[in-house]
C-alpha cells in the first residue's frame, strides 16, 4: 500500500492547484505492481472507474510522486498529482 497527499488543477496549466483527499493505492493480489509493503515502480500507470468518479495516474521517482488526471460526478476532467506520505 502507498499512500499520496493529492492535489487537483482545473482551468489552464498555469493555473494554482488545490488540495484533495488523500490516495491510499492497493492492489493486493498484483504485488508485482503495487508491492504491499511499498510504492508502485517507476512508470507504472494506473487506472479506475466508479460512481464517484475515475482517474489514471503514472507513477514516477520510484513511486514517489504521481500525474494524471481525473473526473468525480457531474464535473469535468482536472489535472490530478500526488506525493507519497508513506
Same mark, same amino acid.
Do not use: C
Given at each position: 500500500?502507498? +499512500?499520496?497527499?493529492?492535489?487537483?488543477?482545473? $482551468? @489552464?496549466?498555469?493555473?494554482?492547484?488545490? !488540495? /484533495?483527499? #488523500?490516495?491510499?493505492?492497493?492492489?493486493?493480489?498484483?504485488?508485482?505492481?503495487?508491492?504491499?509493503?511499498?510504492?508502485?515502480?517507476?512508470?507504472? +500507470?494506473?487506472?479506475?472507474?466508479?460512481?464517484? $468518479? @475515475?482517474?489514471?495516474?503514472?507513477?514516477? !521517482? /520510484?513511486? #514517489?510522486?504521481?500525474?494524471?488526471?481525473?473526473?468525480?460526478?457531474?464535473?469535468?476532467?482536472?489535472?490530478?498529482?500526488?506525493?507519497?506520505?508513506?
Amino acid at each position: 500500500m502507498a +499512500t499520496y497527499k493529492t492535489q487537483i488543477q482545473w $482551468g @489552464n496549466p498555469g493555473d494554482p492547484w488545490h !488540495d /484533495d483527499q #488523500a490516495l491510499e493505492i492497493t492492489i493486493a493480489n498484483r504485488n508485482a505492481v503495487i508491492p504491499s509493503n511499498g510504492r508502485p515502480p517507476t512508470g507504472t +500507470t494506473v487506472s479506475w472507474s466508479g460512481p464517484r $468518479g @475515475n482517474a489514471t495516474v503514472t507513477f514516477f !521517482d /520510484d513511486g #514517489a510522486s504521481f500525474s494524471g488526471t481525473a473526473q468525480f460526478p457531474g464535473e469535468g476532467p482536472v489535472s490530478y498529482r500526488g506525493q507519497a506520505t508513506s
